[in-house]
C-alpha cells in the first residue's frame, strides 16, 4: 500500500509547490514595476509589458500546447516547462538590458503555460472523483495565494537591502531546479487507456474544444473572475495613492492584507464545499465580490480602502472551483487540451482586463473609471453564477465524468 501511497503524495506536493513558485514570480510583477521605470526611464506603458508579456505567452502556451499533456506526457510536459523556467529565471542574473528581461519573462510564461497544463492535466489522473478534484484544486490554488504573499514581501526586502530585485528570479531558478529533480524522479501514475475509437490528442484536439460549450462556457465564466481579480493586484495600489484619510496603515499594506485574505480563503474553501454545494457556493461568494466593488462606486476611496481587500475572501475559490469543474466535464484523457483552453482564456484575462482599465482611466483623467470596468465585470460574474445556480447546465457532463478513474 505504501508505495502507492507515497508517489501520489510526492506528485501532490510537487504540484503545490509548483503553483507557489508560478505566484512568487507573477503576482510580484507589481512591485518590480516601478523599479523599471526609475532605473530605465520608461513610461508605464512600457514598464508593463513586464505584466502582460508573459500572460501572453502563458495564452499562447495554454492553447496550442496544452494537447502535450496528453499526447507528450504528463511528466515530459512538466519537466520540459520545468526546465525552462529554470535556465531563464539563472538568465536574468547576467542580464541588464530591459527587452531582454522582457523576452526572458515571455519565455517564462511559455514555460508555465506548459508545466501548469501537465499540472492540471495530473490532477485528473490522482483524484477519484470531481468533487476530490475540486477540493485538490483549492488546496492548490491555497499554495498559489502563499507564493503571492511571498513573491511581493521578497522584492520588498530586497529593495531595502539594496539588493536588485532580479534575485527573486535567481531565488526562483533554485526553487525550481530542486522542483525538476523532484519531477524528473516521481514515479507518475499510469495514465488513462484512451478508448478504443479515441483519437490521440492534437492541436486540432484544442481547436475543437474552443467550440465545446462546457469549456466555452467555464472559460468565460473564469475570465470574467480574473478581471476582477487582476484589477486589485495591478491597479489597487494606484487607486489608494491619493488616499488621505485616517486609515493610511491600511491603505499601505491593503494588497497584502488582499493577498492574505485570499489565501485563507483558498484553505477554507476546502471545509465550505463540505457545508455547501457548489454552485451555492459559487453564487454566494460572487454576490460578495459584487457587491465590494458596488461599494468602491458608491462609497468612493473612502471605502475601497477596506472594501477591496476584503473581495480577496470572497475571490478565493471561486478560480480553483469553476477551474476543476469546467475540467471534469471531460474525460480524462481530454484534460490537458480543455486545461489549455481554460489556461488561455485566464492569461488573455490578466492581459487585456488592467490594459482596458488603464486606457479607460486615461482617457477620464482617474483610475477610479478604470475600476468601474472592473464592477461590470463583477456584476456579470455575479450574474453567470446565478444562471449556474438556477439551471445548474453542466450537471450531465459532470455526472458522465464524475469517476475520473474510470
Not at 277 to 287: G, I, N, R
Request: aromatic share 14%.
Amino acid at each position: 500500500m505504501n508505495r502507492t501511497h507515497d508517489p501520489l503524495q510526492t506528485i501532490r506536493w510537487l504540484t503545490y509547490m509548483m503553483f507557489f513558485m508560478f505566484a512568487m514570480t507573477s503576482d510580484a510583477v507589481g512591485m518590480i514595476i516601478p523599479e523599471l521605470i526609475e532605473e530605465f526611464n520608461l513610461s508605464m506603458t512600457q514598464a508593463s509589458a513586464f505584466h502582460y508579456a508573459p500572460m501572453a505567452l502563458i495564452a499562447f502556451s495554454g492553447l496550442f500546447l496544452g494537447f502535450l499533456a496528453d499526447s507528450f506526457g504528463r511528466k515530459q510536459t512538466i519537466m520540459l516547462g520545468l526546465g525552462i523556467f529554470t535556465i531563464c529565471c539563472f538568465l536574468f542574473a547576467v542580464s541588464s538590458s530591459f527587452s531582454v528581461f522582457v523576452v526572458l519573462l515571455s519565455c517564462i510564461g511559455l514555460a508555465i503555460g506548459l508545466f501548469k497544463t501537465g499540472a492540471l492535466a495530473l490532477l485528473g489522473d490522482i483524484s477519484t472523483n470531481n468533487l476530490e478534484h475540486t477540493k485538490t484544486m483549492n488546496l492548490v490554488e491555497g499554495f498559489f495565494g502563499v507564493g503571492a504573499i511571498v513573491g511581493p514581501a521578497l522584492v520588498s526586502f530586497l529593495i531595502t537591502q539594496q539588493v536588485s530585485w532580479t534575485y527573486l528570479y535567481v531565488i526562483a531558478g533554485v526553487l525550481c531546479l530542486i522542483l525538476t529533480i523532484i519531477a524528473w524522479r516521481a514515479d507518475y501514475p499510469k495514465p488513462k487507456k484512451l478508448e478504443e475509437h479515441a483519437k490521440p490528442a492534437s492541436l486540432a484536439t484544442t481547436m475543437r474544444m474552443m467550440k465545446n460549450p462546457y469549456a466555452l462556457g467555464f472559460s468565460l465564466a473564469i475570465a470574467l473572475y480574473v478581471a476582477t481579480e487582476v484589477a486589485i493586484y495591478v491597479w489597487m495600489p494606484t487607486l489608494l495613492g491619493d488616499y488621505d484619510g485616517p486609515w493610511q496603515l491600511l491603505a499601505t499594506y491593503a494588497l497584502t492584507l488582499f493577498f492574505i485574505l485570499r489565501a485563507a480563503g483558498r484553505f477554507l474553501a476546502v471545509w465550505l464545499l463540505n457545508h455547501l454545494s457548489w454552485q451555492a457556493a459559487m453564487l454566494y461568494l460572487s454576490l460578495g465580490i459584487a457587491l465590494c466593488y458596488l461599494g468602491l462606486i458608491f462609497g468612493g476611496v473612502d471605502w475601497a480602502v477596506f472594501l477591496l481587500p476584503l473581495s480577496g475572501l470572497f475571490m478565493s475559490m471561486i478560480y480553483p472551483t469553476l477551474n476543476s469543474k469546467g475540467i471534469s466535464c471531460f474525460a480524462v484523457q481530454q484534460h490537458g487540451a480543455v486545461a489549455g483552453v481554460i489556461l488561455f482564456f485566464t492569461a488573455l484575462s490578466a492581459a487585456a482586463g488592467p490594459l482596458l482599465m488603464g486606457v479607460i482611466s486615461d482617457y477620464f483623467g482617474h483610475i477610479r473609471y478604470g475600476f468601474y470596468l472592473a464592477t461590470g465585470f463583477a456584476c456579470l460574474l455575479f450574474l453567470a453564477m446565478l444562471y449556474n445556480y438556477l439551471r445548474n447546465p453542466a450537471e450531465q457532463a459532470l455526472a458522465q465524468h464524475s469517476a475520473l478513474s474510470h
